[in-house]
């Protein structure tokens, strides 16, 4: 099994990176962008029993992957 | 949205008591709504009103000559440095922040003591930082308790939290001030159990400017426009200084999440570009940053200041969340905003300055004569209040003091029940490889501390010494394209009588921060006075004259009369001490209800001392130069009259015995002074060539220390050995004559020709001194009446310099 696992900043939090981002484009010309969020992507080969994986992954996001404080997680398995 | 009603339950969370919740009602002369409660919530925390301190704080000594703006007045305090410069100086903590989130704790702890000192018209230069956290290696005493800790709280052992913690801390700091461009120069980092779940994370930061570059946080000038500069407001750090006001449980570090800011250092340096730019052109009337509490703190206290009153408009406010309330805008503490009064009809300068720098800005209200904050959103009133009366009419709490138990054991104890050490040589290893005592090159080697090419004595030296010069200050007028290009007369300082420029612009200060917490915790009054001795002496040791202190006190919870106590009678020895050394306290910041679940932290009056040293030549470092000199001893060998000799609340007793108790040495004031002239003197005479004070770990420290402290490039230590006769000290146990921590003593080395001579001029000044010894060999050699002790330096140089690297792996 694979857990794909994505990262972002909060949405309310301050993204200096995706700030920066932003600002790069809009020189660049490209137009109509919005608003820009840089997280990470993470995949992790796992075995067992979805539901357990599950926890699993979900416990280790919190605790480890990202950081709670100032960061989303969402992840699915395939 | 709907206000939510205010209930009994919603003033607790407030952190107000029911009797302040009726002075409130008494100001307002109604009930505060929702937005108001919280306005008055962050601006009555302890942080922002000392409501618990204030009536102590008022006994520092805070005047002199020099002090051009003192304590209280202003964001921080400046003292002229002559020739038309002075600095700009201060500490704050950021304690709360960085136990729920070391890293961006620690980074915007560090932003915001810049912006306070940016905001005073000065550049940053330099910044160092005094941290604490709990052990990170098992401890003598302690490991049979911490691996049943470990097992009780499922696998994470408390060592490893202090770990990431500590970890944590020191990459926030490398990362904002790396970033930001200032060099990080000095600081210290002390373990201890009391910490543990409560790291103490103080900044400090100094800044320079020429005397009529000083900026004033007062909106002055009705009818003038308020400028908010900087970053979009988000709901990041909500009421973070209430926040910080609270004890730390196990829960509030879980929920209060939320309150820790994201710190953006390039933001920052561009917004200090655009200010300092700004300020050059005479357009602003007052500026002050946002920082804990945010816009409202930042209104209300301008307001306070020029007599004044301040009406804004938060549908102005750039925002970068959707649907933020009034409530949320008001306590919001986004970092890198400030907030600008300028003159009116300046307008277009703001603009264009801030255009300029890429940096968003909005004018959000005016200067008014009513003396009242008054908030809008979207021209509907959502607060209003007397500004004077919320900044500076919050209550004032003479809390209840009693003695703490725990003193009397301290008293009690003597050495009757402690054997002499066997093994001197493993101790002196023991001692040296503690993390406490051991070298921080783990954390500064972390820190860019070269940066802008002004630091004379990076860290690893008793002071961090920088160097000021012409690109150190704010650009004066004359370089700015909008005003008149008149006749150059700004650069007077820069200039001799023929109009030829000449460097004169430059100036040497040393700066130190320092706080033995279990001294102070041992005997508040004592140990306060023996921090301020050390930070003076080191400063001395340096070659420099203090010119004022800067002090953050960290402490428990001030409901508890003991711990109330402790902050009494330590903040009495801390003034008494910075009365003796000519060190004025410029200011500071008071950090209460440092607690864990397990009980309060040390008390920790952290005390930053700044001092001028005259010429270049002064500057003395504390490492050992050349083979042959002498080893020489000014203070006495110990202090007879003290019961334990000096080891009461040492290092020693501390590593070797796991015990923390015992009266601390005392320190007299007058005799550290004297010590300190005579130094200065010696210094001054061209003769000493090391200077390195005696503090944890004693003479045996302090002289290994100086064998192997010296750095000649990254990575290439350069050793150099030593042997010290001590075997005329007759009549005294060998771990008090190597380890005990006896006050006012300094060790030196001069040129072998020039010791007779050194000795007779101490003994004028009136300070002892011995002869210790003669550096040179391979080896640290110390001869006893007992016998002869010899360390290996390649050995100890290994232990002391790898002890936080190896407890990190």
């Known amino acids: ?78 | 949205m709907q206000d939510p009603v205010i209930t009994p339950d919603l003033i607790k969370q407030h952190g107000l008591t029911p009797e302040e919740y009726g002075r409130i009602k008494d100001i307002l002369g109604r009930e505060p709504n929702y937005t108001e409660l919280g306005i008055f919530s962050v601006m009555w925390s302890e942080h922002c009103s000392y409501k618990n301190s204030r009536p102590l704080l008022k006994t520092f000594p805070t005047k002199s000559p020099k002090i051009l703006v003192g304590a209280g007045e202003e964001n921080a305090g400046i003292i002229d440095i002559g020739d038309g410069l002075a600095i700009a100086f201060k500490i704050e903590s950021h304690n709360h922040p960085s136990a729920v989130e070391p890293f961006q704790g620690a980074a915007t702890g560090v932003g915001g003591i810049i912006r306070d000192i940016f905001t005073m018209g000065a550049r940053p230069i330099c910044s160092i930082d005094s941290l604490r956290f709990g052990p990170i290696t098992e401890e003598k005493s302690q490991s049979l308790l911490a691996s049943a800790a470990v097992r009780a709280n499922g696998g994470q052992s408390e060592i490893a939290k202090n770990k990431r913690l500590f970890s944590g801390v020191v990459s926030g700091i490398a990362h904002y001030g790396n970033c930001f461009g200032i060099p990080t120069v000095s600081g210290e980092v002390y373990f201890d159990k009391s910490y543990e779940g409560n790291p103490l994370v103080n900044a400090f930061c100094l800044g320079v400017l020429r005397h009529e570059q000083i900026a004033r946080g007062a909106a002055k000038g009705i009818g003038n426009p308020v400028f908010y500069v900087g970053p979009a407001t988000g709901r990041d750090g909500l009421a973070g200084a209430a926040f910080a006001s609270q004890d730390l449980t196990e829960e509030s570090a879980e929920q209060q999440r939320g309150a820790v800011q994201v710190g953006d250092p390039f933001m920052e340096k561009l917004v200090m570009e655009a200010c300092l730019e700004l300020l050059a052109t005479d357009a602003v009337a007052g500026i002050q940053d946002m920082g804990a509490a945010g816009l409202t703190c930042s209104t209300c206290e301008t307001a306070a200041r020029a007599g004044t009153g301040i009406e804004i408009d938060l549908a102005q406010v750039p925002q970068r969340a959707p649907n933020m309330t009034p409530y949320e805008i008001m306590l919001s503490e986004s970092q890198e905003r400030m907030l600008i009064i300028v003159h009116r009809g300046r307008e277009p300068e703001v603009k264009r300055i801030f255009d300029k720098w890429d940096l968003p800005w909005a004018e959000v209200g005016q200067v008014t004569d009513t003396g009242r904050m008054v908030v809008k959103n979207h021209g509907r009133v959502v607060a209003d209040i007397p500004a004077k009366k919320l900044a500076d009419e919050a209550p004032i709490y003479q809390r209840e003091a009693r003695e703490p138990e725990y003193l009397k054991a301290v008293r009690a104890f003597t050495l009757s029940g402690i054997a002499d050490t066997k093994d001197a040589v493993g101790d002196l290893k023991t001692l040296l490889s503690w993390p406490t005592i051991a070298s921080k090159n783990w954390v500064y080697r972390q820190y860019d501390h070269m940066v802008r090419d002004g630091t004379v004595v990076c860290p690893g030296s008793d002071a961090a010494v920088i160097r000021i010069k012409e690109d150190s200050l704010p650009n004066g007028k004359e370089q700015t394209p909008t005003t008149n290009h008149q006749a150059p007369e700004k650069l007077q300082a820069g200039e001799n009588t023929n109009g030829n420029k000449v460097s004169s612009v430059e100036k040497y200060i040393a700066m130190k921060v320092d706080c033995n917490a279990g001294y102070v915790y041992l005997d508040p009054y004592e140990g306060a006075k023996a921090v301020v001795a050390e930070v003076a002496r080191n400063l001395a040791c340096s070659g420099a004259v203090p010119l004022g202190s800067t002090d953050n006190l960290n402490y428990g919870n001030p409901h508890n009369p003991e711990i109330f106590w402790q902050l009494r009678e330590s903040v009495r020895g801390l003034a008494e001490a910075c009365r003796a050394f000519n060190a004025p306290v410029t200011g500071g910041n008071v950090s209460l209800y440092n607690q864990n679940p397990s009980g309060p932290i040390d008390p920790t009056p952290t005390v930053a001392m700044v001092g001028l040293i005259e010429k270049p030549e002064h500057v003395t470092t504390q490492w050992f130069k050349d083979e042959g000199d002498a080893i020489l001893l000014l203070g006495e060998v110990v202090d007879r009259n003290d019961p334990l000799l000096g080891l009461g609340g040492s290092a020693y007793l501390q590593q070797i015995h796991g015990l923390k108790t015992g009266a601390p040495p005392r320190c007299d004031l007058g005799r550290e002074k004297e010590l300190h002239l005579a130094l200065r003197s010696l210094i001054y005479s061209g003769v000493v060539k090391s200077a390195h004070d005696c503090s944890e770990g004693g003479l045996a420290v302090a002289v290994a220390e100086s064998c192997i402290s010296q750095q000649i490039a990254r990575e290439t230590p350069r050793l150099i050995g030593a042997e010290i006769d001590l075997s005329e000290v007759k009549d005294l146990r060998l771990d008090a004559l190597l380890f005990g921590e006896t006050q006012s003593r300094v060790v030196i080395s001069v040129p072998a020709l020039q010791a007779d001579k050194v000795l007779a001029q101490a003994k004028i000044l009136g300070v002892p001194a011995a002869r210790l010894g003669t550096v040179g060999g391979t080896a640290l050699k110390i001869n006893t009446s007992g016998g002869s002790l010899t360390w290996d330096l390649r050995e100890l140089h290994d232990l002391w310099w790898n002890a936080i690297a190896r407890a990190m792996e």
């Open chain 1, 1 to 78: 099994m694979k857990a794909k696992i994505i990262i972002t900043p909060k949405k309310a939090v301050l993204d200096p990176q995706g700030k920066t981002v932003l600002n790069a484009l809009e020189h660049m010309g490209y137009r109509g962008i919005g608003a820009v969020h840089v997280g990470k992507y993470l995949e992790i080969e796992v075995t067992g029993e979805a539901e357990a994986v599950r926890k699993q992954i979900d416990e280790a996001c919190h605790k480890f992957l990202s950081n709670p404080v100032i960061e989303d997680y969402r992840f699915e398995l395939e």
